[in-house]
């Protein structure tokens, strides 16, 4: 059973970056894909990123290409969202996943309990 813990989250302006952090504990980080997905107020959750094993294979949506970038350090058992030149649309709770094999929707394994980020215009 793996346990994920969100943080980074917070209320930022547009233009501005943020670093969220997800800490991975109960099982073996490195033998799970890592994602990042997100849910507007009132829409639907979407995947944004994900990242292999090892960190040698990512996903990233179209729409967060060039701005965020997923990352992982497997000794600290921690995966990143660094997200540049938030855009007030960018607004939402982010969530961290887990599961043993890729997936390119919104079902995973496990899950954070999310962190908000409001990005003000």
């Known amino acids: 059973q793996v346990q994920l813990v969100e943080s980074g989250g917070g209320l930022v302006q547009a233009g501005d970056s943020l670093r969220l952090s997800c800490a991975a504990s109960g099982g073996t980080f490195s033998r799970y894909v890592m994602a990042w997905l997100r849910q507007p107020a009132g829409k639907e959750r979407e995947l944004i990123a994900n990242?292999?094993?090892?960190?040698?294979?990512?996903y990233h949506l179209d729409s967060v290409k060039g701005r965020f970038t997923i990352s992982r350090d497997n000794a600290k058992n921690t995966v990143y969202l660094q997200m540049n030149s938030l855009k007030p649309e960018d607004t939402a709770i982010y969530y961290c996943a887990a599961a043993p094999i890729f997936r390119y929707g919104t079902i995973w394994d496990y899950w954070g309990q999310g962190t908000q980020v409001t990005v003000s215009s």
């Open positions: 990242i292999g094993w090892s960190g040698g294979s990512s």
